[in-house]
């Protein structure tokens, strides 16, 4: 599985034109398309270009806490997940910026099958969120993994964030021991989460 030399411009996805309509009904759902899309906007707009929430500043939480549990939970899937890129979504009652703490971490499936990106499996990104609307909870975080890299968000990373409320959770294995870190990514401006030890 490892080995070869490293490859960034070929995501194994279906490319737009073979993309299958998602139908979801009222539920607006990003598809891989427009993932893509917005990855290479991302890419080409560059990270920590300038941007924000409307007029406003980017939204910046001092810090968010992520229980000892479902950090435990994330790093064994995202670990499982080597030599590519795993992610997932950490899902709460209320998001960060209104004190929600993540109660659950849900491991997805990395349709890329890359060690450099990842991309959502449509129809599972669907599912999982109709799951969470329904119980009346909220996507509170994107994880993903860097395996070989630091846990900071890349050009593409920048591109794909397309929740703007949401904090990004980067768990890097370059280290021995995977290092966590968290970022708000709001219209190309990046900025730190300090993430409480629990
Ligand atoms: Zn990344």
Same mark, same amino acid.
């Given at each position: 599985? $490892?080995? /070869?030399?490293?490859?960034?411009?070929?995501?194994?996805?279906? $490319?737009?034109?073979?993309?299958?309509?998602?139908?979801?009904?009222?539920?607006?759902?990003?598809?891989?398309?427009a993932w893509q899309r917005a990855a290479d906007a991302g890419a080409a707009r560059g990270v920590g270009a300038a941007g924000g929430r409307g007029a406003g500043p980017p939204w910046?939480?001092? $810090?968010?806490?992520?229980?000892?549990?479902?950090?435990?939970?994330?790093?064994?899937?995202?670990?499982?997940?080597?030599?590519?890129? /795993?992610?997932?979504?950490?899902?709460?009652?209320?998001?960060?910026?209104?004190?929600?703490v993540p109660e659950r971490f849900i491991g997805m499936r990395n349709a890329a099958e890359s060690p450099y990106r990842y991309y959502p499996e449509p129809e599972e990104l669907l599912r999982v969120m109709l799951e969470i609307d329904d119980a009346d909870e909220v996507v509170w975080g994107v994880v993903h993994s860097h395996v070989a890299s630091a846990p900071v968000p890349s050009a593409t990373d920048v591109g794909l964030a397309t929740y703007p409320d949401a904090v990004y959770v980067i768990a890097s294995f370059a280290t021995e021991k995977p290092e966590l870190r968290a970022w708000t990514i709001v219209a190309g401006a990046v900025n730190e989460v300090g993430l409480e030890r629990t």
């Amino acid at each position: 599985m $490892s080995g /070869g030399p490293p490859r960034d411009d070929a995501p194994k996805v279906r $490319s737009d034109a073979n993309e299958p309509a998602v139908t979801g009904g009222e539920t607006v759902v990003p598809e891989v398309a427009a993932w893509q899309r917005a990855a290479d906007a991302g890419a080409a707009r560059g990270v920590g270009a300038a941007g924000g929430r409307g007029a406003g500043p980017p939204w910046i939480p001092a $810090s968010a806490r992520i229980p000892a549990p479902v950090r435990d939970e994330l790093v064994e899937w995202l670990d499982a997940a080597r030599p590519n890129e /795993g992610w997932g979504v950490l899902v709460a009652a209320r998001m960060a910026e209104d004190g929600g703490v993540p109660e659950r971490f849900i491991g997805m499936r990395n349709a890329a099958e890359s060690p450099y990106r990842y991309y959502p499996e449509p129809e599972e990104l669907l599912r999982v969120m109709l799951e969470i609307d329904d119980a009346d909870e909220v996507v509170w975080g994107v994880v993903h993994s860097h395996v070989a890299s630091a846990p900071v968000p890349s050009a593409t990373d920048v591109g794909l964030a397309t929740y703007p409320d949401a904090v990004y959770v980067i768990a890097s294995f370059a280290t021995e021991k995977p290092e966590l870190r968290a970022w708000t990514i709001v219209a190309g401006a990046v900025n730190e989460v300090g993430l409480e030890r629990t």
